[in-house]
């Protein structure tokens, strides 16, 4: 299976800025011509109409918009550097990056890997610009030119370590960029290669070229196998592809746009010279790219072909075609070429191909061909089995095979044979998870290198997601995967894609909200877990995360299974099912201890392990658990025996809050032996238990003094001396649990520190149930340890109040304060909260456990936008010189070596120039070929004396009709066969001319 | 999805055409609105056209449902078929009467017929186009062997009498000058009657995917009746850039379909945009060999009424074993739409 996958793409065209412009342009037959724009050159000032040296005959090409912007920020590209860069290597990065983006990988993610780089490239006209300026010629100037860097840049911005190359083989420069990248797949030179090509038109060199040649069409517009066939118009662009072995992308399922089965590359040889285009070497290629696919061409639906729209490089496409296709059973192949759409992109001419059949293969339908529609009849495509996209063709289910042809001006042939990609049912099935994952929501996270950079991407992301409807769990695993890797992060839950567009536009549209929604990571975060103690637990608790995430499903299924041989009933089941009892001290404790547990392991998990830890009395069992102070068997037997063994004491003990600290009560609890301080929460902030008549007592004392008073709806006076009577049988238990150190910094509530090196043991736990609980110390403790956030794990954030209500630490800021349960009607979106906090904190969440497998699928988000906001160009427009120079003498084409010595011999064989249609055709032949009337013998051949090629002979046509208006009517192909030598052409001319110069003669006498 | 011209040949037996009064020409038409006649004849090129709305005092002289029932009539009667044997009738209108009971409904009623199914669909000037398609199907599949198919237009609900256009820019204009009213019917059979003309092919095609309307037309309800939106927004500069583009694709992917060469064509029935537009489009289809079908200039754009007004010309003219080709394009989500008939 030597089968190349197409995995992601971009590109940009003249009237495309990007990939899905690309698609619309060609399905709507756009046309991406226009005049040229003042910045490359002044068109008018090199423009004639009628034939002239030194001038185009069109003031138009298809030009791409902004080739000038260049996000050099992104890419820490010095300013200075970037405008001695070709921006054909600048559009080139932000195009590669782009592309690899589209395939589902975070550029990052390739660094340091074999990947390589293939780019087609054959102009090099900023290097003529900037490199004939010796004085201005910098170490920058000097990096920033040359075929070899554009491939190099991308090798060293992505870092990217396998082959790294440019290649000019002309017009057919990127499919055989294309063909190499696919060779070094297969061979394992590399698991990933970029291909791609670019051409960006800076002079009107080529322009002034293909006019002298008699290549160019007055328009500026290919017309592809168009009886309206008139020549080339030039045209800008840019295209890469990422491309893999099949077999990996499937395995890593991967999104394929199209599949390469098989490229082929050739060389015309010696042939008709060297410019010719030769049909023999095209239908060679052609046959041996279908051999390499192993396909017939009856298989192949369409070909996307070179197609110029010169008429002899027409004609000679289709015969190459029309050899393998002209006995074909069915219908005829359809045949096209983008070039109608913005002209030929020359160096990028073969991605702009690909991309334009890997997309028709991927939508199903293949676009039609601009100019199309008249046909050039003598083409007789018909008979040669073949026929022209007229109109949009749409592909029968099931795969298609595509041709693709690139043929270069100096004879070196490619095509490809293109395949749909594999459906679906080829595709390895998605395995049921096998584990948990999910949290029940989405999160959409964003990257870049700048707040600015990250504000322009959410407002792209927002645009492209609205557009059409997205599968939310991909889009948010997407975003991870292939949006990640830059400083500045964003992070919003998401739980459905219209909730995800609408939280998207608002970051964009308020900055307030923006700056609350992103974070700088600079390391990772320094997360403290609380857990939140007894008084915080309700019916049906966490409920509806239990619901809507599997992964936390599964640990309090855990918990449950955990506890059950101690309870005796299932403690999740009664917590679900919104039984009241949950308020019973049997039941509060292990189930708190439950839903602690269940959020802990989950968090953890998700990659959010706590640096440290605090337990709010009872929330303190979790937190050691999951310190590794017993295992969780054993915690959830001591936590029972704990709630049991309460339960079973006798009733007449409560709770009363005060808002006061323990220093001023000190005085009062003096007097009343029956109550104390249970918990200080903060410096105004305690928590008295007792005998229920005692602190009757006292809090008539308080109204009296008018400190403010809360009874607690508590069954006991916890971590009071009416504790005692249990303490023995659970001092019992306590002592089979054991208990270590914890394994985790964590701050025991019972001393209000850290504990250093203390095992949480038997008389720990004792000590914990009767001794008050110190929060506001051991909170503060934990505080000065500099947590950069506070995660809640509890069913609902009691601990997050308390603490906004301690002062604030003496240096440093607050922690950000986090719950994944807010509430109630908390869901998987509170805890995708937390984790979207955590990661603007710096956080890097394990993504593969917060989505189900089913929602770890591909999904194409809309690629890296870069800032068009840094403009880099040359000094200015190139301009026509005043008069020619003398210094600078182009030399016509190379003469034949050695003529010189036989002058004197063609002298003497030279016709009398006796008649007006001899001169005339001596002289045209000498300014096409670049020598004196008075060498042109008559025995001359064009072809092998003369070094005549199909582009010297459209324009000695040229020239001739110039001279010779009666020949307007004569096509090239009659010219053609009256070409062997001079003697012949200009017999035939004669012949072919008498009779229109008798006519004149006529009318003159 | 192409349809199977040779599962089971479907018949069009006769067309019939309803057009309300008296054709209103230019000169009226611009002291009414207090336009510019010589605009309206050089920038549009329609002469007249009808309207079911008194032009003078803006009442309604006759609803959708009149004009659909009337061509309708006329098509039933054309086809010598008997209205019992009407197994179902289609209508096409972007200007219901009202959106319930569905026009169509009316139109059955009106015509005497029960216990019919029958089908609306919601479309600008595709949906005449859509309800042939629609009707070619369900007597191809066997099930039904004689339908009505309608479609029609009542575009002058927005045409506001009372407003002075003397200063509206020209994209507003153009609002006012374009449309028409009318309707018009076929009788399509499993046999060859009437008309004695072969329904070869339909093409219906969303081709919007991400584009944006070209043309919009708002309804309003209690809650949004005050909104100051404007009713019919159209896109002209995007309609007149690609309407002629992909009505030359529909040419050609029609007779490509069809395996018709161009020269074996012998009417070509142009999208009826506006009399200018026509003559533009019908320039980039480019078969000089066939004769042009198009009535818009005498009947104003009238939507889903048009391609029956055409055929209507048409069966004027053709003779046996000729073959026309009928290109319609809906620019509000970027509708392809034509058909082929033959004549046997």
Known sequence: MDRIAIVGLDCRFPGAPDAGAYWELLMRSGDGISSVPRQRWDAADFHSPTPAEGRANTTEGGFIDDPDAFDNEFFTVSPREAAAMDPQQRLLLQCAWRAVEDAGIAPKQLAGTSTGVYVGIMGNEWAQLHLTDYDRVSAQVGSGNGYCMTANRVSYHLDLKGPSLAVDTACSSSLVAVHLAGNALLSGECDYAIAAGVNVALTPALSIFYNQAGLSAPDGRCKPFSAQANGIGRGEGVGAVVLRRLEDALADGQQVYAVIRGTAVNQDGRSNGITAPNRWSQQEVIGAAYRRAGIEPDQVAFTEGHGTGTVLGDMMEVSALGHHHAGRTGRPMALGSVKGNFGHTEGAAGIAGLIKVALSLHHGTVPASRFAAKENERLDLRGKGLRLLKAPLRLPRGASVAGLSSFGMGGTNAHAVLESAPPAAARPAARPDERPRGIGSALFTLTAPSPQALHRNLAAQADALSARRAPVGAVGWNSHRVKSGHRHRFAVSAPDTATLVQRLHAAVADPALFAGLTGEAGGAPRTAFLFTGQGSQYPRMTAGLYEESPLYRHFLDEADAALRPHTGRSVRDLVLTGDESVHLTQWAQPALFAVGHALGRTLQELGAEPSLLLGHSVGEYAAACLAGVFPLDAAARLIAARGALMQQLPDGGGMLAVLAGPEELAERLADEPEAGIAVVNGPHATVLSGDSMALMRLDKEFERDRIRTRTLRVSHAFHSHLMEPMLDDFAEVAREVGGGVPRLPLYSTLYGRLLDGEAMDADYWVAHIRRPVLFADAFTALRDAGPSHTVEVGPSPVLSSLTRKLPPPESGTRPVVTAPVRGADSGGQDLADTVAELYRGGLDPRWENAYETRDQAPYRLSPYAFSDEHRYWTAGPARRSGAPAPTVTPDGPARPAGRSTDTGVLVLERPAPADPVTEAALSAIGQVGGYEVAELGPLLRLYEDLGFDSVMVMELKKRLEERLPALAELTVQDLLPRLASVGDLVDFLREYCAPAIDSTQERTA | ?344
Request: charged share 25%; with cysteine; glycine share 10%.
């Open chain 2, 1 to 344: 999805m192409s349809d199977h011209p040779q599962d089971r040949q479907v018949h069009l037996a006769s067309v019939g055409t309803a057009l309300p009064g008296e054709a209103v020409g230019n000169a009226e038409l611009a002291r009414v609105l207090g336009a510019n006649e010589e605009w309206i004849e050089m920038f549009i090129g329609t002469r007249t056209r009808h309207f079911a709305r008194d032009l003078k005092t803006g009442a309604v002289r006759w609803s959708l449902a009149d004009l659909c029932a009337q061509a309708g009539e006329r098509a039933i009667a054309a086809a010598e078929v008997d209205p019992g044997d009407i197994d179902f009738v289609v209508l096409g209108t972007a200007t219901p009467d009202t959106l319930m009971p569905a026009t169509v409904n009316n139109v059955v009623d009106l015509l005497g017929l029960d216990q019919v199914p029958t089908f609306q669909l919601q479309s600008g000037c595709a949906g005449a186009v859509q309800a042939l398609s629609l009707g070619r199907t369900l007597i191809a599949s066997g099930e039904y062997r004689t339908g009505l198919v309608i479609g029609g237009d009542v575009c002058s609900k927005h045409l506001d009498v009372d407003r002075d256009l003397a200063k509206a820019a020209p994209s507003d204009l153009v609002n006012f000058v374009l449309f028409g009213d009318g309707a018009g019917a076929a009788v399509l059979t499993d046999e060859p009657r009437g008309a004695q003309v072969v329904l070869r092919h339909v093409l219906n095609r969303f081709t919007g995917l991400g584009r944006k309307p070209g043309q919009v037309i708002e309804w309003f309800g209690l809650a949004d009746r005050y909104d100051d939106r404007q009713a019919l927004t159209e896109d002209y500069k995007a309609i007149e850039e690609h309407v002629p583009v992909m009505a030359v694709e529909i040419l050609w992917e029609l007779l490509g379909e069809l395996d018709w060469s161009q020269d074996e064509l012998d009417y070509i029935l142009p999208p009826q945009l506006s009399g200018r537009m026509t003559r533009k489009i019908t320039e980039q289809l480019d078969v000089p060999s066939a004769t042009e079908i198009s009535c818009v200039a005498d009947t104003g754009n009238n939507g889903n009424a048009l391609p029956f007004l055409q055929i209507e010309r048409l069966l004027e003219k053709m003779t046996a074993g000729q073959k026309a080709l009928a290109v319609a394009i809906e620019s509000s989500k970027w509708i392809k739409a034509g058909f082929a008939l033959e004549r046997i």
